[in-house]
C-alpha cells in the first residue's frame, strides 16, 4: 500500500525489470515517484529508445542509468576528472593526454570532451564560460590540438 511520504522517497531501482520498456509514466508508477521526476531524468540525459512516440525507455538502459547518476553524484569528481559512464569504468577517470577537447555551447555554457584511458568511451562534462580560463588551465595537459584550445575563444 502507498503511503503519503512515498513520493518523496528515493525510487527503489530494484522495481524496474531489466527486460521491460515503459513509457515514462508506467516507469513513475513503477517507481511509484513524480511523473516530473521521470521527465527530469530525461532532460539530464536519461537514455530513451530513439523515435518512439510516446518515449520508451529500456528497463535495463534506465536502472544503469540511474545508478551510475547516484554514485557519481556520492563520489564527485576532481576538476580535472570526469565521471566515466563505461561499463568497465563507472567512476571518475581523467581524460587521455591528448584527447580533450573545449568547446563553446553559446555565451554562457560549454563542454569539455574527451576519451576514456581505459574504456575508451567518451568522457564530456559542462562548464560555465565564465570559468573557461581555469577550465583551460586545468586541462593544459590533456588538450591534443591548439586550434581547438583557440575555437572556443573566437566568437561565433
Ligand atoms: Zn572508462
Given at each position: 500500500m502507498k503511503n503519503m511520504t512515498s513520493k518523496k522517497r528515493k525510487a527503489n531501482l530494484n522495481c524496474i525489470?531489466?527486460?521491460?520498456?515503459?513509457?515514462?509514466?508506467?516507469?513513475?508508477?513503477?517507481l511509484d515517484i513524480a511523473l516530473s521526476t521521470v521527465q527530469r531524468w530525461k532532460r539530464l540525459g536519461m537514455p530513451v529508445i530513439p523515435e518512439t512516440n510516446p518515449v520508451l525507455i529500456d528497463g535495463a538502459?534506465?536502472?544503469?542509468?540511474?545508478?551510475?547518476?547516484?554514485?557519481?553524484?556520492?563520489?564527485?569528481?576532481?576538476?580535472?576528472?570526469?565521471?566515466c559512464f563505461g561499463a568497465q569504468c563507472r567512476t571518475q577517470r581523467?581524460?587521455?593526454?591528448?584527447?580533450?577537447?573545449?568547446?563553446?555551447s553559446n555565451s554562457n555554457l560549454g563542454s569539455?570532451?574527451?576519451?576514456?584511458?581505459?574504456?575508451?568511451?567518451?568522457?564530456?562534462?559542462?562548464?560555465?564560460?565564465k570559468d573557461v580560463f581555469e577550465v583551460e588551465a586545468t586541462f593544459e595537459a590533456y588538450i591534443g590540438n591548439v586550434l581547438d584550445l583557440l575555437r572556443y575563444r573566437t566568437p561565433p
Open positions: 525489470r531489466p527486460t521491460h520498456t515503459y513509457t515514462m509514466r508506467e516507469l513513475a508508477n513503477t538502459e534506465a536502472k544503469q542509468w540511474e545508478k551510475a547518476r547516484r554514485l557519481a553524484r556520492k563520489r564527485p569528481c576532481a576538476p580535472n576528472q570526469f565521471y581523467q581524460a587521455a593526454i591528448g584527447s580533450v577537447i573545449i568547446r563553446k569539455i570532451e574527451g576519451i576514456c584511458p581505459i574504456c575508451d568511451s567518451n568522457l564530456r562534462k559542462g562548464f560555465a564560460m
